[in-house]
């Protein structure tokens, strides 16, 4: 068995797969730089990530894919679950080697497993875009703390820097510790020193501005008012608005 350590960064990924066409040896496991070694390793070794060697592979893939299967790599490298690493490495492996895109080669386990992962982490993006409710805090600056399944933030930025262009913002993410903060002219990526104070999707109601309490009263007001019972189906609303996404919502708190 041969194994690479790498830095866990999808730049450190593509310098890896660089080496080891570099190296004319693939690995059949890859590891973090911490993670125990197998038991049967036969060979190991360690990847520097640089950033030219990630470049020229990206390049390349440019080259052989279309933008939106380049697109749909990043989303399963953001999907961040477990083996996700290894199925893109095998994925750009095959995309090297072969003379044809294989993009639409659904037949092939590895293309179909790409495809189903960036999916999954596509309509998670898109939920993130439909049902996320930012609050205004006390400085006059939108809160929205949220917490996906998989890292999609960096997927949505640009839309709700395009959507709340006019007005200050912070969209964070609660599980990974991190978000970003736009100030009327640019988009920041920073973390908070505690996210004890917003969790569950919701601002604590002392850092809220006082009309922000009051417009989410009037909302929930307008929103049951409007309700029809007769029409309410429990089934059909949580297949369109899944639960794990109410949290975010006034309307549902």
């Avoid at 293309?111 to 006390?138: C, P, Y």
């Avoid at 890292?151 to 395009?162: E, G, M, Q, S, T």
Wanted: glycine content about 2%.
């Amino acid at each position: 068995m041969i194994v690479f350590r790498y830095d866990k960064t999808y730049e450190g990924l593509l310098t890896a797969i660089f080496d080891a066409y570099f190296r004319k040896t693939f690995p059949d496991k890859l590891l973090g730089t911490d993670d125990i070694e197998p038991m049967f390793a036969e060979e190991s070794f360690t990847v520097i990530t640089q950033s030219d060697k990630a470049a020229r592979v990206w390049k390349s893939l440019e080259k052989k894919l279309s933008a939106n299967a380049c697109n749909m790599l990043t989303y399963v490298w953001l999907s961040e679950e477990d083996g996700s690493d290894e199925l893109l490495f095998q994925y750009i492996r095959k995309t090297v080697d072969s003379k044809r895109t294989i993009e639409t080669n659904f037949a092939d386990e590895v293309v179909l497993k790409v495809h189903k992962l960036a999916m999954k982490v596509s309509k998670e993006r898109l939920r993130m875009i439909q049902f996320v409710r930012f609050q205004k805090a006390a400085d006059d600056v939108f809160f929205a703390p949220v917490s996906p399944d998989h890292n999609c933030l960096p997927l949505v930025i640009d839309h709700f820097k395009d959507r709340f262009a006019d007005q200050k913002w912070i969209l964070y993410d609660t599980k990974r510790d991190y978000g970003f903060y736009y100030d009327l002219k640019t988009v920041t990526e920073m973390t908070l020193e505690t996210s004890a104070r917003f969790s569950e999707g919701k601002l604590d109601e002392a850092l809220m501005a006082e009309d922000e309490k009051l417009f989410q009263q009037l909302w929930k007001t307008y929103f049951k008012s409007m309700a029809i019972k007769e029409r309410i189906n429990p089934k059909l609303h949580r297949q369109l608005m899944p639960k794990r996404y109410w949290k975010y919502m006034t309307e549902k708190q």
